[in-house]
C-alpha cells in the first residue's frame, strides 16, 4: 500500500494503462480485460489489473494534470515496480488536418509546466517517449490498420487559457495538440528509467472547433486502447 493506492505489492502489472478519466479505467478494464479486480479506489482513481490475450496487466485513472499523474506515476513505479506505463487520453488538435477521432502518437511533449524549470533550475528538459513503445506502437498501428499521427504535443496547466488564441504559437511551431499529462509522463519515467507513451485521441478541434460526439468517442477511444493493451504483450 503506498499513500494514494491500496493496492497489495504484487496486485499492479508491470504494464499499465493511464487514462487521466478513472471511469474510462473501468471501461477498459470491463471491456477489454478478462479476470479484471478493483485494487484501488482511494480518493475514487480507480485501478484494475485483469489479463489481456493471457498477458497481466493494470490500468489506473490518473486524474487530470500532471500534479496529480506524478503522484500516481511516482507510486506505481517506485512502490510497485511498473515499467511501462502507457498514457491514453484525449486532446485538443491544434492543426486543421489533424481531425477529431485521429490518433496522435506523441513523441515529445512541450509544456508550460513549471514542473522542469524548477527540477533542473531555469533550464529545460526535453521529455520524449520511449523509443521501443514509440516503435511498436507505430508497427501495432500499422498491422491494424488504425491510421496514426505522430509528433511535438503540448501538456498544458491550463485547460481553460485566459487568451484562447494563444494557442496558435504552438500550432505554429508544428505541435500537434494539447493535453495536460504527458511532459510529466515522460520526464518521470525518464528519472526512474522506465518506458512511457502517451496515445491520443483527439476529441475536439481548437481551429475548426469540431468536436466528438460521445458515441464517436468511445469508438475511437476504442482504437487507442487496442494499440496500448498490444503493445503490453
Ligand atoms: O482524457 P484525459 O486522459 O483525461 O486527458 C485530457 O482530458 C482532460 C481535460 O478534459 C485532461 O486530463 C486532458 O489531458
Ligand atoms: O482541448 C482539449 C481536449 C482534451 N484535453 C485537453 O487538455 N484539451
Known amino acids: 500500500m503506498s499513500v494514494h493506492i491500496e493496492a497489495k505489492k504484487d496486485q499492479i502489472a508491470e504494464t499499465i494503462l493511464l487514462p487521466g478519466d478513472p471511469m474510462r479505467a473501468k471501461w477498459i478494464a470491463d471491456t477489454f480485460l478478462k479476470d479484471a479486480f478493483l485494487y484501488n479506489d482511494v480518493r475514487g482513481m480507480l485501478g484494475f489489473t485483469g489479463t489481456y490475450k493471457g498477458k497481466r496487466i ?3 485513472g490518473t486524474g487530470m494534470g500532471i500534479p496529480s499523474t506524478l503522484i500516481y506515476c511516482h507510486e506505481l513505479i517506485t512502490e510497485y515496480g511498473v515499467k511501462n506505463l502507457i498514457r491514453v487520453g484525449s486532446a485538443g488538435s491544434y492543426q486543421k488536418e489533424v481531425h477529431i477521432r485521429d490518433i496522435v502518437i506523441a513523441m515529445a ?12 533550475n531555469g533550464a529545460d528538459f526535453a521529455p520524449t517517449a520511449s523509443f521501443e513503445l514509440f516503435q511498436k506502437a507505430i508497427e501495432i498501428a500499422k498491422q491494424k490498420n488504425i491510421p496514426v499521427k505522430a509528433g511535438g504535443i503540448l501538456s498544458s496547466d491550463e485547460f481553460y487559457a485566459d487568451d484562447f488564441d494563444s494557442y496558435q504559437k504552438w500550432a505554429d511551431y508544428g505541435v500537434l495538440c494539447v493535453e495536460m499529462e504527458t511532459s510529466g509522463l515522460y520526464t518521470i519515467a525518464a528519472k526512474h528509467q522506465v518506458n512511457a507513451l502517451s496515445i491520443l485521441t483527439i476529441s475536439d478541434n481548437l481551429v475548426t472547433k ?5 458515441d464517436e468517442r468511445e469508438q475511437t477511444f476504442r482504437e487507442m486502447i487496442e494499440i496500448a493493451l498490444e503493445l503490453a504483450l
Open 210 to 214: 469540431e468536436r466528438t460526439t460521445a
Open 109 to 120: 511533449a512541450s509544456t508550460n509546466s513549471g514542473l522542469n524549470t524548477i527540477r533542473f
Open 58 to 60: 493494470s490500468v489506473q
